[in-house]
């Protein structure tokens, strides 16, 4: 079973929040959930908080256990970007280009593992 939570317009780029995904994907969750609480970057807080909410959805909606979900998919895409501009000498202005974010993670539900090694 896959259970999804997705963070839309998060006011970061796509680039630095990548840095972080990219370096929770491969974890088992206990280990990306205490990894991302104690990483400072400030891209940490917002994948925290959509991986939290996804261990939430499962155990609420789903009455799934927690120690069952693997993390299968994170994904990090960029958002609408907000363009400014910064005045400078002679009249003239830089374009300043404000980017987002969309992260939306999938988590799995595995099956419980067989105590009891029973060949059928």
Request: hydrophobic share 40%; no cysteine.
């Amino acid at each position: 079973m896959q259970i999804k939570a997705e963070a839309k317009y998060i006011k970061q780029g796509p680039r630095k929040v990548r840095l972080v995904a990219d370096l929770v994907r491969p974890m088992s969750l206990a280990e990306a959930l205490t990894t991302l609480k104690h990483l400072r970057r400030r891209a940490a807080a917002p994948v925290l908080k959509v991986l939290k909410q996804a261990v939430a959805n499962a155990v609420n909606n789903y009455k799934l256990s927690k120690d069952s979900l693997t993390i299968q998919l994170i994904e990090v895409n960029g958002g609408p970007i907000y363009k400014r501009f910064q005045p400078v000498s002679r009249g003239r202005a830089h374009s300043i280009f404000k980017r987002t974010s969309h992260i939306k993670i999938i988590l799995e539900s595995r099956p419980p593992a067989d105590k009891h090694g029973s060949k059928s």
